[in-house]
């Protein structure tokens, strides 16, 4: 068939076709697109817009097309489009000038009452569709991956960090839960971004709407959204499904990275905290003793690759006049970037702490020599009538003596304790081992054995069934 050219009488420049051709971004929303026009082709049959006969050839050819790039034949750039000219412009016009090579004039009826407008809003809607469910599945994958290293470790203690310097003693299984929560709250933000973003814009045509009986709401429902958009223009001029998905990926890598960076700390020489995985660490070149933890340091680089796609995807949207405009085609890359590198960062951290030894007598050792419990005998004053600012000066100068004559707190006898405040008894000795000071927390949600082996159970019943909760 010969395409007609319609409103152009020459070609675009092949410089100008490279320049804004999309197809290399957006063949992979093949898929969507082709779900899209199967559901608009079977409304525009029921509503009588397109027989039934044309309905059928187009829908046959159409998941045909789905077999051909499956199987990596994409349709050629250079074949003519609708207009003679736009045939390797995107996916949409390359999908439909092979529907038209292959059912001929009557493959020109699918775009009846449809815009590549609204079009590719509904595409991408069905991608943060699929890359969100699995970013889901993804966030509860690494969560199960913590909790199992938890639940191994349940009686190990650490200090505890502030400033990076020792605070208090920990259970490791309470650090290990907070990043837990926190994987817990991204997993929230991307369920909560598909709850707004699974609805249909298809039908708002170019911006307007169409003169055609069609029915939105039925192809909503076949592609199993909830409902639609309604207002037209806004369905086709908004990109901010794209831009709540793109900034869940980036709040999660955010959390990756603080993990990633612990394992990079913890693992080093001085840390000793804990040892990673022979698969999931790389060598050196020229050093033989090396073994560093590559995996963790690419988590946390990447991180910045998707803070740069969420930063990219606003630019993008900034300013930018309603309706649709076709700066909006640049928001492709971030948005495969983004759902990309996310996904592949939560599966690789998963295999990575699933392949973690901690060393229980590295953390203890740490603990001998510090005075991460200078707390508990602040406390312990406390009970026994002092105001916590004496108490707290009073310990703090303790402090400073053991600092000024080296000595650490396991060198302490009862005399010296009595000389720092003459409220301290024989019972105070046994606030210098670490273990009794996480055994008298006892405020929800703290370090306790009681409270984390609490925590331990409610996290496992909560991680067991599906991953949308
Ligand atoms: N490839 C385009 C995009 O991704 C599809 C919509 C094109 N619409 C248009 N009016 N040129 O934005």
Known sequence: MKAS????????????????????????????????????????????????????????????????????????LQRPGFTGRFAGDDIHMAIEARLIEKVGKA????????????????????????????????IRDLQRALLAQAVRNRSVIMPGYTHLQHAQPLLLAHHLLAHVAMLDRDRGRAMDCLRRSSRSPLGAGALAGTSFPIDRKFVARRLGFPGIVENSIDAVSDRDALVEFVAACAVTMMHLSRLGEELVLWSSHEWGFVEIGDAFATGSSIMPQKKNPDIAELVRGKTGRVYGDLVALLTVLKGLPLAYNRDMQEDKEPLFDAADTTLASLRVTSLLVSSLEFHPDRFEEELRSDFSTATD???????KGLPFRSAHAAVGGLVRRCVESGRSF????????????????????????????IALKRSSGSTSPREVALALRRWEKRLAGPAAR
Not at 109 to 129: F, G, K, M, P, V
Not at 377 to 383: K, T
Not at 410 to 436: I, N
Request: proline share 3%; net charge positive; charged share 30%.
């Open 5 to 76: 050219k319609g409103r152009f009488a020459g070609s675009l420049h092949p410089e100008a076709l490279a320049f804004s051709s999309s197809l290399a971004v957006d063949r992979r929303l093949f898929e969507e697109d082709i779900d899209g026009s199967l559901a608009h082709v079977a409304m525009l049959a029921r509503q009588s817009v397109i027989s039934a006969a044309e309905a059928g050839k187009i829908r046959k050819a159409l998941e045909d097309i789905r077999q051909e790039i499956r199987r990596g034949r994409l349709p050629a």
């Open 107 to 138: 493959g020109g009826r699918l775009h009846t009452a449809r815009s590549r407008n609204d079009q590719i809003a509904l595409d991408e809607r069905l991608y943060i569709r699929t890359a969100g469910g699995m970013l889901i599945e993804r």
């Open 377 to 383: 005998f602040a406390d312990y004053l406390v009970r």
């Open 410 to 437: 396991g060198d302490l006898s009862l005399k010296d304790l009595k000389k720092c405040s003459p409220l301290f008894t024989s019972d105070a000795v046994e606030l210098l081992k670490p273990r009794r000071g």
